[in-house]
T-cell receptor
Framework: DVKVTQSSRYLVKRTGEKVFLECVQDMDHENMFWYRQDPGLGLRLIYFSYDVKMKEKGDIPEGYSVSREKKERFSLILESASTNQTSMYLC???????????FGPGTRLTVT | RKEVEQDPGPFNVPEGATVAFNCTYSNSASQSFFWYRQDCRKEPKLLMSVYSSGNEDGRFTAQLNRASQYISLLIRDSKLSDSATYLC??????????????FGSGTRLQVQP
């Protein structure tokens, strides 16, 4: 079974703090993704990576950056957290040539 | 217009009922389609892929109508454990040419005893 893990299930941060969300997958997948999920808006793609050190912007990259130094790990960084970044953050991975994605359990981030 | 549109529901049905959800997509070049299931406060999980010829997996049947650009999911003999949000998912191509999945906002199903 594919296993995608995220560093925290719940996180509370203050406005202006730098926030790191970590994601690790154990299936040697090339592609990894960061989404946020908000009521009524569904999942929206923030960034994705198709290889180590490679990244591409998704639909809503503003206020976020990412890092992929190792194949199994994909980090999402909020440089200066704001209250409108309060959301559920989901990481996913996908193998090369496949369409289906496998998700981690999510991190519920609250910025106060 | 959203790329993938679903009726948010909720659909409240009794155990044993048959229920159907539809989903419409706007990108006619989309090639792959999926239904994901998401339980409350959990991550989405792949339920089934949707093939052009239609496909069935136990009590679940998925259909694709390319001409009208909609996908359907039929659940027969509903169980309490089917209560969840069902996400319609379509593959699309980003401006860079890379593939990405576009998710609908989901349809909530509540099966009642």
């Amino acid at each position: 079974d594919v296993k995608v893990t995220q560093s925290s299930r719940y996180l509370v941060k203050r406005t202006g703090e730098k926030v790191f969300l970590e994601c690790v997958q154990d299936m040697d997948h090339e592609n990894m993704f960061w989404y946020r999920q908000d009521p009524g808006l569904g999942l929206r793609l923030i960034y994705f990576s198709y290889d180590v050190k490679m990244k591409e912007k998704g639909d809503i990259p503003e206020g976020y950056s990412v890092s992929r130094e190792k194949k199994e790990r994909f980090s999402l960084i909020l440089e200066s957290a704001s209250t409108n970044q309060t959301s559920m953050y989901l990481c996913a991975s996908r193998g090369r040539g496949r369409y289906e994605q496998y998700f981690g359990p999510g991190t519920r981030l609250t910025v106060t | 217009r959203k790329e993938v549109e679903q009726d948010p529901g909720p659909f409240n049905v009794p155990e044993g009922a048959t229920v159907a959800f539809n989903c419409t997509y706007s990108n006619s070049a989309s090639q792959s389609f999926f239904w994901y299931r998401q339980d409350c406060r959990k991550e989405p999980k792949l339920l089934m892929s949707v093939y052009s010829s239609g496909n069935e997996d136990g009590r679940f049947t998925a259909q694709l109508n390319r001409a009208s650009q909609y996908i359907s999911l039929l659940i027969r003999d509903s169980k309490l454990s089917d209560s969840a949000t069902y996400l319609c998912v379509v593959n699309s191509f980003m401006d860079t040419g890379r593939r990405a999945l576009t998710f609908g906002s989901g349809t909530r199903l509540q099966v009642q005893p």
